[in-house]
T-cell receptor
Framework: GDSVTQMEGPVTLSEEAFLTINCTYT??????LFWYVQYPGEGLQLLLK?????DKGSNKGFEATYRKETTSFHLEKGSVQVSDSAVYFC?????????????FGKGTLLTVNP | DAGVIQSPRHEVTEMGQEVTLRCKPI?????LFWYRQTMMRGLELLIY????????DSGMPEDRFSAKMPNASFSTLKIQPSEPRDSAVYFC????????FGPGTRLLVL
């Protein structure tokens, strides 16, 4: 079945540091890939997505590129802020039919210190 | 749009009691999803609906859990009887390929 593996947390960085959170996936077809973010006490919010190979999703300074050859979708940000402290989830959705199930990774807690 | 609305936001109950969680999806969204989040198991899909019809309930943990969607603007997730191991945050989401999550209901079963 489909699965998503993302790096174990927690990740602790200083403000303005470079961020990478690794995500790899296993899927039988050609999935769409997502990063969701969960701030404390809130629900998940879509951060960015990519629907086909070599697509780059970007939002709020975060980027991730859909790499089919390495089945990866790593999240990056050049300069993190304290307000980026949250849990980040990588997810995939198989494309086709009426199946919109999301398969999530376990989440990575990011803490950014001033 | 107000986004996905869930109620209550917090629920504390005693083991054996019935618990009902409610969700109002974003207007116009055909799909509605119920998730459970715990530290041990992460985020789990319990059930999802398309046009008010349950499509996949394979994630529902056992018969104590049931979900309904009587119309396009309302869904419930019921646990009867509740057990301490049901303590979790329950999220409702609506949408299709992109899902929009509600703020969640934090359930504590004593």
């Amino acid at each position: 079945g489909d699965s998503v593996t993302q790096m174990e947390g927690p990740v602790t960085l200083s403000e303005e540091a470079f961020l990478t959170i690794n995500c790899t996936y296993t899927a039988t077809g050609y999935p769409s890939l997502f990063w969701y973010v969960q701030y404390p006490g809130e629900g998940l919010q879509l951060l960015l997505k990519a629907t086909k190979a070599d697509d780059k999703g970007s939002n709020k300074g975060f980027e991730a590129t859909y790499r089919k050859e390495t089945t990866s979708f790593h999240l990056e940000k050049g300069s993190v802020q304290v307000s980026d402290s949250a849990v980040y989830f990588c997810a995939l959705s198989e494309v086709g039919g009426s199946n919109y199930k999301l398969t999530f990774g376990k989440g990575t807690l990011l803490t950014v210190n001033p | 749009d107000a986004g996905v609305i869930q109620s209550p936001r917090h629920e504390v109950t005693e083991m054996g009691q019935e618990v009902t969680l409610r969700c109002k999806p974003i207007s116009g969204h055909d799909y509605l999803f119920w998730y459970r989040q715990t530290m041990m198991r992460g985020l789990e899909l319990l059930i999802y609906f398309n046009n008010n019809v349950p499509i996949d309930d394979s994630g529902m943990p056992e018969d104590r859990f049931s979900a309904k969607m009587p119309n396009a603007s309302f869904s419930t997730l019921k646990i009867q009887p509740s057990e301490p191991r049901d303590s979790a945050v329950y999220f409702c989401a609506s949408g299709q390929e992109t899902q929009y999550f509600g703020p969640g209901t934090r359930l504590l079963v004593l």
